[in-house]
Protein backbone atom coordinates (compact mmCIF):
# COMPACT_ATOMS: atom_id res chain seq x y z
CA UNK A 1 0.00 0.00 0.00
CA UNK A 2 1.13 3.58 -0.92
CA UNK A 3 0.38 7.03 -0.40
CA UNK A 4 -2.16 8.06 2.04
CA UNK A 5 -5.28 5.62 2.53
CA UNK A 6 -8.31 6.43 4.04
CA UNK A 7 -11.35 4.39 5.85
CA UNK A 8 -14.15 4.69 5.31
CA UNK A 9 -14.79 5.67 1.92
CA UNK A 10 -18.33 6.23 2.64
CA UNK A 11 -20.18 6.47 6.03
CA UNK A 12 -23.95 6.90 6.91
CA UNK A 13 -24.62 7.67 10.51
CA UNK A 14 -27.16 8.95 12.55
CA UNK A 15 -27.05 11.96 14.30
CA UNK A 16 -27.02 10.00 18.13
CA UNK A 17 -23.91 7.48 16.47
CA UNK A 18 -20.34 7.38 17.37
CA UNK A 19 -18.12 6.84 14.53
CA UNK A 20 -14.26 6.86 13.48
CA UNK A 21 -12.43 8.22 10.47
CA UNK A 22 -8.90 6.45 10.18
CA UNK A 23 -6.31 7.81 7.74
CA UNK A 24 -3.06 6.35 7.33
CA UNK A 25 0.10 7.74 5.31
CA UNK A 26 3.22 5.05 4.24
CA UNK A 27 5.35 8.19 3.00
CA UNK A 28 7.40 8.56 5.95
CA UNK A 29 5.90 12.27 6.37
CA UNK A 30 5.77 14.35 9.85
CA UNK A 31 2.72 16.63 9.13
CA UNK A 32 -1.03 15.18 8.94
CA UNK A 33 -3.72 17.06 8.36
CA UNK A 34 -8.03 16.85 8.20
CA UNK A 35 -9.58 19.10 5.73
CA UNK A 36 -13.52 19.32 5.18
CA UNK A 37 -14.88 19.64 1.68
CA UNK A 38 -18.69 20.87 1.64
CA UNK A 39 -20.27 21.14 -1.88
CA UNK A 40 -19.02 24.15 -3.99
CA UNK A 41 -16.92 25.26 -1.00
CA UNK A 42 -13.07 25.61 -0.38
CA UNK A 43 -11.35 22.83 1.40
CA UNK A 44 -11.75 23.80 5.22
CA UNK A 45 -8.88 23.17 7.16
CA UNK A 46 -9.76 21.35 10.46
CA UNK A 47 -6.68 20.20 12.21
CA UNK A 48 -2.84 19.88 12.08
CA UNK A 49 -0.66 17.79 13.44
CA UNK A 50 3.11 17.85 13.17
CA UNK A 51 5.33 14.76 14.87
CA UNK A 52 2.10 13.55 16.52
CA UNK A 53 1.33 16.72 18.26
CA UNK A 54 -1.56 18.64 17.33
CA UNK A 55 -0.39 21.85 15.75
CA UNK A 56 -3.66 23.65 15.18
CA UNK A 57 -7.44 23.81 15.33
CA UNK A 58 -8.97 26.33 13.33
CA UNK A 59 -12.67 26.67 15.58
CA UNK A 60 -13.21 22.91 15.11
CA UNK A 61 -16.74 21.69 17.01
CA UNK A 62 -15.87 19.55 19.94
CA UNK A 63 -18.06 16.91 18.23
CA UNK A 64 -15.12 16.37 15.73
CA UNK A 65 -11.95 14.88 18.31
CA UNK A 66 -9.35 14.48 16.50
CA UNK A 67 -6.48 11.52 17.02
CA UNK A 68 -2.80 11.00 16.11
CA UNK A 69 -0.87 8.19 17.88
CA UNK A 70 2.13 8.44 15.63
CA UNK A 71 2.87 9.84 12.70
CA UNK A 72 1.54 7.47 9.79
CA UNK A 73 -1.85 7.47 11.29
CA UNK A 74 -4.70 9.82 12.04
CA UNK A 75 -7.95 9.29 13.06
CA UNK A 76 -11.37 11.44 13.12
CA UNK A 77 -13.56 10.41 15.92
CA UNK A 78 -17.22 11.70 15.59
CA UNK A 79 -20.32 11.92 18.16
CA UNK A 80 -23.58 13.88 17.68
CA UNK A 81 -22.73 15.20 14.56
CA UNK A 82 -25.79 17.52 12.83
CA UNK A 83 -26.96 17.19 9.19
CA UNK A 84 -24.60 20.27 8.12
CA UNK A 85 -21.89 17.91 9.07
CA UNK A 86 -22.73 15.91 5.77
CA UNK A 87 -19.04 16.63 3.60
CA UNK A 88 -15.99 14.93 2.08
CA UNK A 89 -13.47 14.48 4.85
CA UNK A 90 -9.70 14.80 3.46
CA UNK A 91 -7.08 13.19 4.86
CA UNK A 92 -3.59 14.76 3.77
CA UNK A 93 0.53 14.47 4.80
CA UNK A 94 3.53 16.09 3.94
CA UNK A 95 7.16 15.64 4.62
CA UNK A 96 7.47 18.66 7.39
CA UNK A 97 4.79 21.55 8.43
CA UNK A 98 7.57 24.17 6.57
CA UNK A 99 5.26 26.59 4.24
CA UNK A 100 5.42 24.70 0.41
CA UNK A 101 5.63 21.41 1.45
CA UNK A 102 3.10 19.25 -0.95
CA UNK A 103 0.72 17.72 0.81
CA UNK A 104 -0.74 14.55 -0.40
CA UNK A 105 -4.05 14.09 -0.25
CA UNK A 106 -6.43 10.70 0.27
CA UNK A 107 -9.47 10.19 -1.36
CA UNK A 108 -11.64 11.00 1.69
CA UNK A 109 -14.20 9.55 3.63
CA UNK A 110 -18.10 11.18 1.90
CA UNK A 111 -20.01 10.89 5.26
CA UNK A 112 -23.40 11.54 5.50
CA UNK A 113 -25.49 12.74 8.30
CA UNK A 114 -29.16 11.65 8.88
CA UNK B 1 -12.47 35.37 5.09
CA UNK B 2 -11.76 33.72 1.55
CA UNK B 3 -8.10 34.02 1.13
CA UNK B 4 -8.29 32.35 -1.95
CA UNK B 5 -10.61 33.17 -4.89
CA UNK B 6 -11.25 30.93 -8.33
CA UNK B 7 -13.75 32.76 -9.34
CA UNK B 8 -14.94 30.86 -12.57
CA UNK B 9 -17.07 27.84 -11.32
CA UNK B 10 -16.62 25.85 -14.42
CA UNK B 11 -14.47 26.42 -17.66
CA UNK B 12 -15.17 24.41 -21.29
CA UNK B 13 -12.51 24.28 -23.92
CA UNK B 14 -11.70 22.04 -27.05
CA UNK B 15 -9.24 19.32 -27.37
CA UNK B 16 -5.82 20.93 -28.24
CA UNK B 17 -6.68 24.57 -27.34
CA UNK B 18 -5.18 26.70 -24.59
CA UNK B 19 -7.29 26.03 -20.68
CA UNK B 20 -6.72 29.20 -18.55
CA UNK B 21 -7.17 28.86 -15.38
CA UNK B 22 -7.28 31.89 -13.16
CA UNK B 23 -6.84 31.87 -8.92
CA UNK B 24 -6.60 35.81 -7.07
CA UNK B 25 -5.75 35.79 -3.27
CA UNK B 26 -5.94 38.68 -0.90
CA UNK B 27 -3.06 37.59 1.50
CA UNK B 28 0.00 39.43 0.57
CA UNK B 29 1.91 36.78 3.02
CA UNK B 30 1.82 34.30 0.79
CA UNK B 31 4.84 33.06 -0.26
CA UNK B 32 4.07 29.63 -2.50
CA UNK B 33 1.09 28.82 -4.88
CA UNK B 34 -0.13 25.20 -5.76
CA UNK B 35 -2.45 23.46 -8.37
CA UNK B 36 -4.19 20.55 -7.74
CA UNK B 37 -6.21 18.79 -9.64
CA UNK B 38 -8.95 16.31 -8.71
CA UNK B 39 -11.31 13.66 -10.73
CA UNK B 40 -14.42 12.52 -9.10
CA UNK B 41 -13.85 9.76 -5.82
CA UNK B 42 -10.66 10.52 -5.30
CA UNK B 43 -8.65 13.31 -3.16
CA UNK B 44 -6.61 16.07 -4.80
CA UNK B 45 -3.58 15.84 -6.51
CA UNK B 46 -0.90 17.69 -6.88
CA UNK B 47 -0.27 19.11 -9.92
CA UNK B 48 2.39 22.40 -10.27
CA UNK B 49 3.52 24.91 -7.70
CA UNK B 50 5.13 28.14 -7.90
CA UNK B 51 7.39 30.38 -5.20
CA UNK B 52 6.95 33.96 -4.51
CA UNK B 53 10.80 34.62 -6.26
CA UNK B 54 9.19 33.54 -8.95
CA UNK B 55 6.92 34.30 -12.20
CA UNK B 56 6.54 31.39 -13.72
CA UNK B 57 6.88 27.23 -13.79
CA UNK B 58 6.82 25.02 -16.31
CA UNK B 59 6.15 21.70 -16.42
CA UNK B 60 5.27 20.17 -19.81
CA UNK B 61 1.97 20.62 -20.93
CA UNK B 62 1.39 22.81 -17.44
CA UNK B 63 2.58 26.75 -16.97
CA UNK B 64 1.94 28.17 -13.75
CA UNK B 65 2.35 32.48 -14.08
CA UNK B 66 2.40 34.48 -10.58
CA UNK B 67 1.86 38.10 -10.82
CA UNK B 68 2.47 39.25 -7.04
CA UNK B 69 1.30 42.91 -7.53
CA UNK B 70 -1.95 41.85 -8.99
CA UNK B 71 -2.06 38.96 -6.56
CA UNK B 72 -3.17 37.00 -9.30
CA UNK B 73 -1.91 33.32 -10.72
CA UNK B 74 -2.98 31.86 -13.33
CA UNK B 75 -2.68 28.08 -14.99
CA UNK B 76 -2.06 27.40 -18.69
CA UNK B 77 -2.27 24.03 -20.33
CA UNK B 78 -1.41 23.57 -23.66
CA UNK B 79 -3.08 21.41 -26.06
CA UNK B 80 -5.84 20.35 -23.61
CA UNK B 81 -6.61 16.73 -23.60
CA UNK B 82 -9.41 15.10 -22.49
CA UNK B 83 -8.08 13.42 -19.71
CA UNK B 84 -7.23 17.08 -18.56
CA UNK B 85 -11.07 17.12 -17.52
CA UNK B 86 -11.21 17.59 -13.93
CA UNK B 87 -11.82 19.69 -10.87
CA UNK B 88 -8.55 22.20 -10.20
CA UNK B 89 -8.10 24.08 -7.10
CA UNK B 90 -5.70 26.68 -6.19
CA UNK B 91 -4.16 26.78 -3.05
CA UNK B 92 -1.54 29.13 -1.05
CA UNK B 93 0.53 29.36 2.16
CA UNK B 94 3.08 31.34 3.72
CA UNK B 95 6.65 30.32 4.34
CA UNK B 96 6.23 30.14 8.24
CA UNK B 97 3.68 27.14 8.03
CA UNK B 98 1.78 24.96 5.65
CA UNK B 99 -1.70 26.24 6.98
CA UNK B 100 -3.10 25.74 2.96
CA UNK B 101 -5.63 27.95 1.54
CA UNK B 102 -8.09 27.09 -1.00
CA UNK B 103 -10.00 28.02 -3.78
CA UNK B 104 -13.24 26.99 -4.46
CA UNK B 105 -12.02 25.14 -7.71
CA UNK B 106 -12.94 25.03 -10.90
CA UNK B 107 -14.08 22.47 -13.28
CA UNK B 108 -12.84 21.97 -16.79
CA UNK B 109 -14.03 20.31 -19.00
CA UNK B 110 -12.42 19.19 -22.70
CA UNK B 111 -14.36 18.51 -25.40
CA UNK B 112 -12.99 15.88 -27.53
Known amino acids: ETGVTQTPRHLVMGMTNKKSLKCEQHLGHNAMYWYKQSAKKPLELMFVYNFKEQTE ?47 YFGPGTRLTVL | DQQVKQNSPSLSVQ ?49 VFLNKSAKHLSLHIVPSQPGDSAVYFCAASAQN ?16
Open chain 1, 57 to 103: NNSVPSRFSPECPNSSHLFLHLHTLQPEDSALYLCASSPALAGGDTQ
Open chain 2, 97 to 112: NNDMRFGAGTRLTVKP
Open chain 2, 15 to 63: EGRISILNCDYTNSMFDYFLWYKKYPAEGPTFLISISSIKDKNEDGRFT
